[in-house]
Each structure stands twice: as structure tokens, then as C-alpha cells.
């Protein structure tokens, strides 16, 4: 063991563990003779262990101190797994439907044992992957984010309550360090890590690294990434922190978690959306052309922002004479100024979505770990066509994405570019 009394588990010391730990050994119910354990971490960073007994089940989340796609070569804080379990808890008070339940949490471990979310969920990606349509998926993410953005931010926080939040999560500095370098940097300049569907995408990827526009864009991003802690993001939201079944939406994995951005975690859904959208072409078989699909993901991607819209501006209102010293109600009392001001910041957040949303699709096409969407496209040429088309409506969009009005002329954009470049 080391002197800190971090252990990496085993499958044996799992048990042990477990059995050692009333809370989690309830969750079992103390029913140890036919325990069945798996190792199921499909993720980039962590060990995840899924362990059930025939009288309950629990999952074991393990933070070790690299990266686990890239291997020990990348040391990674192994002190993530608290700032998930602080964001777990926090998030799951602000919305229990659609957050797992925390049980325990092992600071020197760097463990966390929480909620099984049992099949038939599966990872949301997987789902776009398989074309299958979850027509509560926006209701949902609208609601996960609608609520825990505003109840964590200024429109419903005191200063003061809201500062000493925002230094509980400045600890986390390692986890925002490596999107600083994976999303804002890695990919405007040559680095090791970065790959592409080479040759196809070589100048592609020469054109990011060579466009001056696109980097005074990214650094605006960046900035605000780094300096604006609007509210406590869950900081990784892409598709595959999201596992769902036609009726539930459980939000996992928010080790990144930190006082940030609102338009990253929104830009992350959105993004990852648009991702899965240009890699359909790449799936379609014989007798399903994915058209349909398509479809389905853009009123996804509309419902999602108007959803959210909706929902954050309403709790807003509910609101608007509470603690949150944003907008004082002496100040803002009277219904023109507080419906310009509203204006005002949902403009800006619309385009803070836009533009990390873009960001976020850019570095899984010619960044660090991609994602399965085009991954999972065997043949190369393909891939690239798919990637291609991402990679230009991304560029795009973050050039332009102040001379987008609404989520409809998004979602129109997208549709024109796949139709011209098909
Ligand atoms: P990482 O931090 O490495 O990205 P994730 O939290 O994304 O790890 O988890 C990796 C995988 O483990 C997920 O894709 C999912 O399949 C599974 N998983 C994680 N948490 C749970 C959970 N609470 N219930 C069921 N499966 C889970
Ligand atoms: C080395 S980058 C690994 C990535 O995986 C996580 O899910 C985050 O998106 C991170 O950027
Ligand atoms: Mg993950």
C-alpha cells in the first residue's frame, strides 16, 4: 500500500473492500457467496467495476493516477474522483431523476460507490451508434441542465455562497488543465497526441492548425473557459456521459467538474449531438439510409436548446425575488428591464453553446480521443467523408456562430452543408 493508502484494486480486494464497508455491503445485502464482478470501464480515464450479488448491485469507480486511454506515460491527478463525487452528490440534489446516487466516497482510495444504472441502459452513444431514438432524451438533458446551471449560478446564489463554491471546485485544476490543452490548444498546433484519419485528413488537419480566424476564436473561448465560473458545470458532457432507455436519462461522470461556462456543458451535449448527426452516413446499410434518423437528432438538437430555454428561464422568473445577487430586484424591478437582460444573457449563451459545442467537435476529429460515432466507421474513406463534413460545419460555426439567431438556423445549416457536400 502506499504511504497515502491509495491501493489499485484487484477483483480480491474489491471484495475486501467491499465486505470492509458496511454501506456498500448492505447495498449487496451482505451477500457475498455468488457476487458476480466486471471491469467495464469503456471510458478515457478511469477503472469502473460493476459488482452484483443476488440480492443488490453497486458500482465501483476507481480514479488511478494517469490516464487510462493513454496509459502511465500521462500522470493524471487520481484526485479527480473527489471532485466527481462532490459534483455527483451536488448535481443529484439539484436533480435526482436524472443523476446516480452517490453511496460512499474513499478519499485516499480516490473510489466511489454508487447507483448501478442497470441495463437496458446503455451508453447514449452507443444508442446514436445504433440508430435508436429516445424521444425524452431533450425533456431530460434539458432538465439535468437547466437545473443544476441556474441553481449553481449567480441568478440564484448570494456572491458570497456562490465564491466559496467556486473555491471548493478550484482544486480541480488538473482535470480543467488537460480540456485547456485538449480542447483550447492541442489541436491549432502540432502535438504529439493529436491523430486523424490520415491521408485523407491531413490537410484538413494542416488548415486548423493554419487558420488564423479559427484561432482568435479559440482563445476567446478559452478565456472565458478559464475565467468565467458561471456556474458548476458538469464539464465532460459529451454523449458518452449519458446512459439512458427510452424512458430514464442518467447523467454519469462529472470528474470535470468546476465553476465554469454555462455554453460548455450545453455545447458538449449539442456538440456531441452534431457528431453523431454527420457520422450517420457512415452507418447507413442496405434498406436504412439513416435519413430518418437524421431527422430525429436535429429536432433532438432544437428541442434541446428551446427546452432548456424554456426551463432556465422560468426557473428564473420562479425566482427573480430570491437570494441570487446577479440581478438585484431593486435594480431590476420592473418587467422591460428584466426581460432585456434576460434577452441579453440567453443571446450570449446561446453563442457560448455554439461555439464550444464547435470547439468540442473539432478535438475529436483531429485532437486526442476520438469518439466511437466515427470510430466505429470501419472503412477509412468514409470515415474521413463523415469527419470532413464535422470538421467544416465545426469551423464554421465557430467563425459564425454570432450570426446564428436560433437553434432552427443551426439545425438548417447543418442540412444544407450535408446535402451540398454529399
Ligand atoms: P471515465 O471516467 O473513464 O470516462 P465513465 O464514468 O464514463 O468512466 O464510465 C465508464 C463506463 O462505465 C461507462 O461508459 C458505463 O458503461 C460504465 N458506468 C459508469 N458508471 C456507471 C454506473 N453508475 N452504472 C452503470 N454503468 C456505469
Ligand atoms: C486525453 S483526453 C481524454 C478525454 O476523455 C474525457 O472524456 C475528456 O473528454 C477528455 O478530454
Ligand atoms: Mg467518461
Known amino acids: 500500500m502506499a504511504s497515502d493508502g491509495f491501493r489499485p484494486l484487484d477483483e480480491k480486494l474489491l471484495v475486501e473492500y467491499v465486505k470492509a464497508t458496511p454501506v456498500l455491503a448492505e447495498k449487496l445485502g451482505n451477500q457475498f457467496d455468488k457476487l458476480e464482478i466486471e471491469e467495464v470501464g469503456d471510458g478515457n480515464l478511469n477503472f469502473v467495476y460493476i459488482v452484483i450479488s443476488p440480492s443488490g448491485s453497486l458500482v465501483i469507480k476507481q480514479a488511478l493516477p494517469y490516464i487510462r486511454c493513454i496509459g502511465e506515460s500521462w500522470p493524471m491527478a487520481k484526485e479527480r474522483a473527489y471532485f466527481e463525487a462532490i459534483t455527483l452528490k451536488e448535481h443529484g440534489g439539484l436533480c435526482p431523476d436524472h443523476v446516480p446516487e452517490v453511496y460512499h466516497f474513499d478519499?485516499?482510495?480516490?473510489?466511489?460507490?454508487?447507483?448501478?444504472?442497470?441495463?437496458?441502459?446503455i451508453i447514449l452513444r452507443k444508442g446514436l451508434i445504433a440508430g435508436i431514438e429516445y424521444p425524452l432524451l431533450a425533456e431530460h438533458v434539458s432538465d439535468y441542465m437547466a437545473k443544476t446551471l441556474f441553481y449553481t449560478s449567480l441568478l440564484y446564489l448570494t456572491t458570497t455562497d456562490h465564491k466559496s463554491a467556486v473555491a471548493k471546485y478550484c482544486g480541480n485544476v488538473e482535470m480543467c488543465r488537460l480540456t485547456e490543452q485538449v480542447v483550447f490548444s492541442d489541436p491549432y498546433k502540432v502535438s504529439e497526441h493529436n491523430h486523424w484519419t490520415s491521408p485523407y485528413l491531413d490537410s484538413d488537419a494542416e488548415a486548423v492548425r493554419e487558420d488564423n480566424l479559427l484561432k482568435l476564436e479559440i482563445a476567446e473561448l478559452k478565456s472565458k473557459f478559464c475565467e468565467r465560473a458561471q456556474a458548476l458545470i458538469h464539464g465532460d458532457l459529451h454523449t458518452g456521459s449519458i446512459m439512458v432507455t427510452g424512458d430514464s436519462t442518467q447523467v454519469i461522470d462529472p470528474e470535470f467538474g468546476f465553476y465554469g461556462p454555462m455554453g460548455?456543458?450545453?455545447?458538449?451535449?449539442?456538440g456531441n449531438l452534431i457528431l453523431a448527426y454527420f457520422a450517420q452516413d457512415g452507418h447507413a446499410v442496405d434498406g436504412n439510409d439513416r435519413n430518418h434518423y437524421k431527422v430525429w437528432i436535429l429536432k433532438t438538437i432544437t428541442e434541446t436548446w428551446n427546452l432548456f430555454y424554456k426551463k432556465f428561464t422560468a426557473l428564473w422568473d420562479e425566482h427573480k425575488d430570491g437570494p441570487g445577487e446577479a440581478y438585484l430586484p431593486a435594480i431590476y424591478n420592473n418587467p422591460d428591464v428584466q426581460l432585456l437582460v434576460k434577452q441579453i444573457y440567453m443571446k450570449e449563451l446561446f453563442h457560448d453553446t455554439l461555439g464550444f459545442g464547435a470547439a468540442k467537435m473539432i478535438r475529436r476529429i483531429v485532437?486526442?480521443?476520438?469518439?466511437?460515432?466515427?470510430?466505429?466507421?470501419?472503412e477509412a474513406k468514409k470515415r474521413a467523408d463523415c469527419e470532413r463534413k464535422a470538421l467544416n460545419f465545426a469551423k464554421n460555426l465557430l467563425k459564425?456562430?454570432?450570426?446564428?439567431?436560433?437553434?432552427?438556423?443551426?439545425?438548417?445549416?447543418?442540412e444544407q452543408l450535408d446535402k451540398l457536400s454529399s
Open 107 to 121: 478519499s485516499s482510495m480516490c473510489l466511489i460507490g454508487m447507483q448501478y444504472i442497470e441495463p437496458p441502459h
Open 264 to 270: 460548455f456543458d450545453i455545447g458538449a451535449f449539442v
Open 367 to 378: 485532437g486526442v480521443a476520438h469518439v466511437a460515432d466515427f470510430e466505429s466507421i470501419k
Open 400 to 414: 459564425e456562430r454570432r450570426n446564428f439567431q436560433s437553434i432552427s438556423e443551426v439545425v438548417s445549416a447543418m
